[in-house]
């Protein structure tokens, strides 16, 4: 046999090796992503399908920090197992806490993964940290006193433990400090009930904040359980709104999605269906990055159409922004294109600017998703 030929056939078939002191590229990184918090040091914690929490340094690099097998199991970095994971939130020591699935994961700055609240048994029922169930878990929040907050599925009419409501219903559960869960009550009707939640906030002065993005609102709820329209006209339209910015008793908003405070009190939230990163501040909805333009051609709800380009402020393009958070310099992190595999972590800047932070993309040669050059 021809050596020549010999030589090319072997390097088809073995995958290029890194050079010495290069590091392999993390794959796989993102999958579908819908959960970002940021700790104290700048780096940025993504969650999604891959049922693994992926670590951003500063720097704008991937790493893999826990998860390994798709299963419950606790432990230590890839050693810990996740199995359906959602949103994730971080308190004030760095500490992780997870939506996954029908438990509550928290993780320790050092990746040590454990169950905190939660069973197998798919249900909702309320109690302390052993007893209490969730049915299937999403957006999370945490607030200063160590509160958590979490979207979970309405079960269905009879209440039967693994039923869903077939018609996207939702209640927000609260695991107290002390390890207490309950759900959230609409007065005395019961317990609140919500389509589509998409995203939660928490303030300094204890109140939760809602993107219903289904009512096309943004609710408050404060600490004695009083619930206010914080931006927009609570179910005023039962179609998409067409956007209106200005005073928040009087904006109209269209799909609110992931929710975040900046460190000086200011709300933010993503519009999955403008394309835009939208502000709350002094009584006042003002839209703060995204350029995409509205059209009505082959939808009558209207949507605006998506794109991509880092650049100042409203020039700057994005598809589908959804879940949010802020380092504590004021930057802000957004998960884009999070209806692909390939999502794409950007970065709104104090000044305006965005950029983008990382960036993983399918690279033909190795037939993976990873690390864009």
């Known amino acids: ?59 704008g690099k991937a790493v893999l920090f826990a998860g390994g097998g798709r299963n419950y199991k606790d432990g230590k970095a890839n050693q810990a197992g996740f199995y359906n994971t959602e949103g994730i939130a971080i308190d004030s020591a760095d500490n992780l806490y997870v939506a996954d699935g029908s438990r509550i994961r928290k993780s320790s700055p050092d990746a040590d993964v454990q169950t905190i609240a939660g069973t197998l048994t798919a249900e909702v029922r309320d109690g302390n940290r052993q007893t209490a169930s969730f049915l299937q878990l999403g957006a999370i929040a945490v607030d200063r006193s160590g509160n958590i907050y979490v979207v979970d599925y309405a079960p269905g009419d009879d209440w039967r433990p693994g039923s869903i409501a077939s018609t996207g219903f939702f209640l927000i559960r609260k695991i107290s400090n002390d390890g207490i869960v309950t759900t959230l009550q609409n007065g005395n009707k019961g317990p609140l009930i919500l389509q589509y939640p998409k995203g939660l906030a928490c303030d ?46 009087t904006a109209i908003l269209t799909s609110p999605s992931g929710m975040a405070i900046a460190p000086n009190g200011d709300i933010y939230f993503s519009d999955t269906r403008l394309h835009l990163v939208i502000k709350l501040a002094g009584g006042k909805v003002s839209t703060v990055a995204g350029s995409g333009k509205f059209d009505f051609i082959g939808n009558p709800a209207g949507a605006a159409e998506p794109g991509y380009a880092d650049g100042k402020s409203t020039r700057a393009r994005f598809n589908a922004p959804a879940a949010i958070a802020f380092d504590r310099h004021g930057n802000l992190f957004i998960i884009d294109a999070s209806n692909s595999v390939n999502s794409y972590i950007r970065k709104l800047a104090p000044d305006g600017t965005v950029t983008t932070f990382c960036k993983h993309e399918w690279n033909p040669q190795t037939s993976q998703y990873e690390e864009a050059n």
């Open 1 to 59: 046999m021809n050596k020549l030929f010999i030589i090319v056939a072997l390097s088809v078939l073995i995958p290029a090796i890194p050079l010495r002191g290069q590091t392999p590229k993390l794959t796989g990184a993102f999958n579908f992503s819908s959960g970002i918090a940021v700790d104290s040091k700048g780096n940025v914690f993504v969650t999604g399908r891959n049922n693994k929490i992926i670590k951003i340094t500063p720097a």
């Open 204 to 249: 300094q002065e204890g109140n939760l904040y809602v993107s219903a993005s289904v009512s096309h609102c943004i609710k408050k709820i404060d600490e004695t359980g009083i619930i206010t329209a914080a931006a927009g006209q609570c179910d005023k339209t039962k179609f998409n709104s067409v956007y209106k910015e200005g005073d928040t008793r």
